[in-house]
Each structure stands twice: as C-alpha cells, then as structure tokens.
C-alpha cells in the first residue's frame, strides 16, 4: 500500500497507472465497517483503489465539531492496509486548496433541505473537496455510504453534470447489532445517549411499516413522541 501526502506524489503514482480502472473512497478517516463495505466494492469492481483520508474544514459550520472531531490515522492506516488498498491520500488543507478552481453550480435546492437546512454550507464545502479529488484523482468510479443519502444525492447531481464519465456508487447503510448506523461520530456519544440512540432506528423500521401517504401527518407526530419517549428514558 502506497502512502502519500502531496499532489506531487499522488501525480507520479497516477502517471504509472493511466491504464488503470481506479475506484475512489473518500473518507474523513477514523475508520469502521461502513468505510470497509465501501472499500470491498471498489476492490470487486475496479482494479485499483484510492482512499483519501482528509476533515474537511470547508464542510464544518461549528468550530467544535470539527475540534473534536475523532482522529486515528495510525489505526486507519493498518486497516485501509488489511482491506488492500493500493493508495492512500492524506493531504494537508494548504496543499489541497493552495490552486483550487472554484465551481459554481446551482444544486437545485437538494442542499436546502433536511441536513442543508440545519448545517448553512455544509454542502457547498463537500462539493468543494470533492470537485478537488474528483479533478485530481480522476477515477471510474467513487463510493459513497447510504447513511449519508443527501449528500450521495447531492454528489451524483454534481457529478453528471461535471464529470459525467465517473459513475457515482452507492454502499448500502452498515449498521451496529443495535441498528444505529456505524458512524465515526458514534465515538463521541456518552453511554447514555449511545442507548438512547438505539431508538432512532427502531423509529424508522416503525415508520417504514406503517406507512400510509394518506395518514403521514398522523404517523409523523407517533414517530417524534416514539423519539421523544426514548430520550426521556
């Protein structure tokens, strides 16, 4: 497994694969099994693969999340290894951003609503970096996790219309024995709330079930006083 940390050296070792079906997984690093369901599929489907690990600062809109955000390179490192990884991109922001070529692109209000709604430019900076690896990495294909939907939304929308010829891959939504999606972010909850998390998906599989169009407001108002009930035990 190749290593590398400047654009520089990402050019030389791309040079010596040209031929090459490339698969991309972009990740944040602090590694789990939905990183690794995505790596697997780039593996069975391309013939060589690329994982950058990189926080994005241009998608945090709260100083502290971003503080506090779980690193572990070193253990990110033996399992990308392990999974058979043929390169590892780890950039610094400096060196990434230093010649970025800014795009603009209208998102058709899928950046406005859910997610977008609460986190003002969260989804500008993803498009941000990701243009980046897309212009620098050029693969034939890149996997992103269902767990984060919108964002798998918003990159495929921006990917048919800039770079059309690298097809957008879905990895379906891994999930603890508890039902709560693996997320790196799961580090960080307390004991308490990790259990009271379990209840959001218990919530969903509830919802999924019942789900009438017709009586969606109903269901709606059962679902939050199932989440509320779980916080509050």
């Known amino acids: 497994m190749q290593i590398v940390n400047e654009i520089q050296e990402l050019n030389k070792a791309l040079a010596l694969i040209s031929k090459s079906s490339i698969g991309f997984v972009p990740t944040m690093g602090f590694l789990h099994q939905g990183h690794c369901s995505l790596i697997k599929a780039s593996k069975k489907k391309t013939n060589f693969t690329i994982v950058t690990i990189f926080i994005n600062p241009t998608q945090f809109t709260n100083k502290s999340d971003i503080e506090n955000y779980p690193v572990s390179l070193e253990q990110d490192l033996f399992i990308l290894n392990k999974e058979g990884v043929d390169l590892v991109f780890c950039p610094n922001f400096q060196n990434l951003f230093l010649n970025e070529k800014m795009i603009d692109i209208s998102l058709e209000q899928l950046d406005k609503v859910l997610e977008g709604n609460e986190r003002k430019g969260h989804f500008k900076g993803v498009i941000r970096v990701i243009n980046i690896f897309f212009n620098l990495i050029n693969p034939s294909f890149a996997f992103f996790g269902e767990k984060d939907y919108q964002q798998y939304l918003i990159v495929k929308y921006f990917a048919n219309h800039f770079y059309p010829e690298i097809k957008i891959i879905p990895g379906p939504t891994q999930r603890e024995l508890s039902g709560l999606a693996m997320s790196s972010r799961n580090s960080r909850l307390s004991l308490n709330d990790f259990e009271k ?10 919802c999924k079930s019942n789900f009438e169009f017709n ?3 109903e269901l709606e108002k059962t679902c939050f006083d199932m989440l509320s009930n779980f916080s509050t035990s």
Request: proline share 0%.
């Open 215 to 217: 009586k969606r407001k």
């Open 197 to 206: 998390s379990k209840g959001i998906f218990k919530v969903l599989t509830f």
